[in-house]
C-alpha cells in the first residue's frame, strides 16, 4: 500500500503556511489603519489651513505607524531565513511603548466617537522585554476594545503593579459589550475562541489567539475580566524577573 506522508505533510505545510499568512496579513493591519488615519488626519488638517504643529503631530504618529510596520516585516522576514522564531530581549519604558500604541490608534478613536486615553504612574518600572511583541499584543487588544466599543464610549489604557508587587500589569478597559460569560471561560481553560461570531464585524476572529501567543513568547500571560461597570478588561501581566 503506498504511503500518505507526502501528501499529509503537504497538507500540513499548507495549512501552517495559511496560518502564518492570516496571522502576518493580521499583524500589518493595525499599522496600516494608522497610517491611514493620520494621512486622512494631515489631508484635513492642510484643507482646513491648521498651522505646522498640529500637522506635525500627526505626522510624528504616521512615522511612528510606519516604523512600526517596518518592525513587523523585518521580523516574519528573520524568522522566516532562520526558520525559528527570534525574541529579543532589551530595556523597555512600559509608558513610553503604551503610549506610542495608544497614539497609533488616536486617529482611528476619534473617526468613531471614542475616548482613548493612556494613564501610566510616573514611577511605572523598567520592562526587560521584547518591544516589538508586546507593543503588538497591547495592539491587538487597544484595536479590539476600539472595533467592540461604540460611538460615545470610551477606552483606557494603564499600568498597574500587581499585589505582591512582582509584576507589572497593562490594562486595557473599554466600555463595549463585553466578552460574553461563556467565552471568558474557555479562555481560562486556555482554548481558542473568537468573538466574531457575537458581534457585527468583518474580521477574522484572530487577535485574541494572536495576541495570547505574543504574551506567551515574552513570558507573560493575558487574562480578561468583565468590568463592573460593563464592558471587558484585558491584563497583560508580565513578572519582574523575566529573565
Request: net charge negative.
Amino acid at each position: 500500500m503506498a504511503s500518505n506522508d507526502g501528501p499529509e505533510k503537504n497538507g500540513f505545510t499548507r495549512r501552517h503556511e495559511n496560518d502564518v499568512l492570516r496571522d502576518f496579513a493580521h499583524e500589518i493591519r493595525t499599522p496600516l489603519n494608522g497610517m491611514l488615519g493620520y494621512s486622512q488626519m494631515i489631508e484635513i488638517a492642510l484643507n482646513e489651513g491648521a498651522d505646522a504643529e498640529k500637522i506635525g503631530a500627526c505626522n510624528e504618529n504616521f512615522k511612528t505607524a510606519t516604523l512600526r510596520l517596518l518592525q513587523i516585516c523585518e521580523r516574519v522576514l528573520d524568522e522566516a531565513v532562520s526558520g525559528e522564531a527570534v525574541i529579543a530581549r532589551e530595556p523597555v519604558d512600559g509608558h513610553e511603548l503604551a503610549t506610542s500604541v495608544v497614539d497609533t490608534f488616536k486617529a482611528l478613536a476619534m473617526q468613531r466617537g471614542i475616548e482613548l486615553t493612556c494613564d501610566f504612574p510616573s514611577d511605572f518600572p523598567q520592562l526587560h522585554t521584547d518591544p516589538l511583541l508586546l507593543g503588538q499584543a497591547l495592539s491587538n487588544l487597544v484595536s479590539n476594545a476600539i472595533k467592540f466599543t461604540p460611538k460615545g464610549g470610551s477606552v483606557k489604557v494603564r499600568g498597574e503593579r500587581s499585589n505582591d508587587d512582582k509584576a507589572l500589569i497593562f490594562v486595557v478597559q473599554d466600555t463595549g459589550d463585553g466578552i460574553p460569560a461563556d467565552l471568558l471561560l474557555r479562555m481560562r481553560r486556555g482554548e481558542y475562541v473568537s468573538t466574531a461570531h457575537y458581534h457585527d464585524h468583518k474580521g477574522w476572529g484572530r487577535g485574541l489567539r494572536i495576541a495570547d501567543g505574543l504574551c506567551k513568547n515574552i513570558g507573560a500571560s493575558l487574562s480578561f475580566e468583565p468590568a463592573r461597570t460593563g464592558g471587558t478588561v484585558a491584563m497583560i501581566t508580565i513578572p519582574l524577573d523575566n529573565p
